[in-house]
């Protein structure tokens, strides 16, 4: 449960957070020079709000707030790792989520958390530590399958990803990132119809991506369905014109 406090906000807090907001480069370090009295009740659920409105450093702001209110509370500590890590601002991420992880050892989200932020800085072996350990805790954490999949086709071991698109997709079936990603794999690995009936899946749940119909037409092509991957890369063509996969595709037909 997240505590509930109350909150005397001062000058100097507003001016604070006035300047860190105002600073330019995702990979800066984020300075925690907050002067405060309080914490306002349900500020978790606020800076939570704010993060998931894409505005991280307003987030971070309050995430600081909170733990200088409470050193203790783990929840504060993987916010902050979250948004640091979406910042770009890795070695600060880790050493929020390792502080999360030093108050709560088993907190699945936060070992996860930590396989992403070595996933960005294309430390694989760490990543793919981090999610099994992940998974060891909650097994049914589709996302970190996911994760563990889209780590795979880095690396283009692409049989490899399949299994765990797999058991994403069993335990959130309507996922279209995930159906993607799969069709993507099933391709590099030659699976064309495979790779076909995700893409149609795909398209039925998020009809407007163009990326879908420009595997499914690649697909298709190796199929030896001409006509019916011409019709995907017209689509591509609609969706996203200009695009560079489409016109070489007609570009090689008329050779």
């Known amino acids: 449960m997240i505590p509930h406090f109350s909150v005397?906000?001062?000058?100097?807090?507003?001016?604070?957070?006035?300047?860190?907001?105002?600073q330019s480069s995702s990979n800066e370090s984020i300075k925690e020079k907050?002067?405060?009295?309080?914490?306002?009740?349900g500020t978790y659920n606020e800076a939570l709000a704010l993060c998931e409105a894409g505005k991280y450093r307003e987030g971070i702001l309050i995430a600081n707030f909170l733990i200088r209110?409470?050193?203790k509370l783990e929840e504060a500590f993987y916010l902050k790792a979250q948004a640091l890590n979406r910042l770009g601002a890795f070695p600060e991420a880790l050493s929020a989520v390792d502080k999360a992880l030093a108050l709560k050892p088993d907190y699945c989200f936060a070992i996860a958390t930590k396989g992403d932020i070595y996933q960005k800085q294309n430390d694989f072996g760490k990543a793919k530590l981090a999610y099994d350990k992940a998974l060891s805790?909650?097994?049914?954490?589709w996302r970190t399958m996911v994760n563990i999949g889209t780590l795979f086709m880095k690396q283009k071991q692409f049989v490899e990803a399949i299994p765990y698109f797999d058991k994403a997709l069993m335990l959130e079936p309507n996922n279209v990132d995930c159906l993607y990603d799969r069709a993507k794999s099933y391709y590099r690995v030659?699976?064309?119809?495979?790779?076909?009936?995700?893409?149609?899946?795909?398209?039925?749940?998020?009809?407007?991506?163009?990326?879908?119909y420009?595997?499914?037409?690649?697909?298709?092509?190796?199929?030896?369905?001409?006509?019916d991957a011409t019709t995907c890369y017209q689509k591509v063509l609609q969706?996203?014109?200009?695009?560079?996969?489409?016109?070489?595709?007609f570009a090689s037909k008329h050779n």
């Open 239 to 249: 969706l996203n014109p200009g695009n560079e996969w489409a016109l070489k595709y």
């Open 214 to 227: 420009l595997v499914k037409g690649a697909a298709l092509n190796k199929l030896g369905l001409e006509v």
């Open 190 to 212: 030659g699976q064309y119809e495979k790779a076909v009936g995700d893409c149609d899946k795909s398209i039925l749940l998020a009809s407007s991506d163009y990326e879908v």
């Open 69 to 71: 209110a409470n050193p």
């Open 137 to 141: 805790c909650d097994t049914d954490n």
């Open 34 to 41: 907050i002067s405060y009295k309080g914490v306002k009740q």
């Open 8 to 22: 005397f906000v001062t000058c100097a807090f507003l001016l604070s957070v006035m300047q860190a907001c105002s």
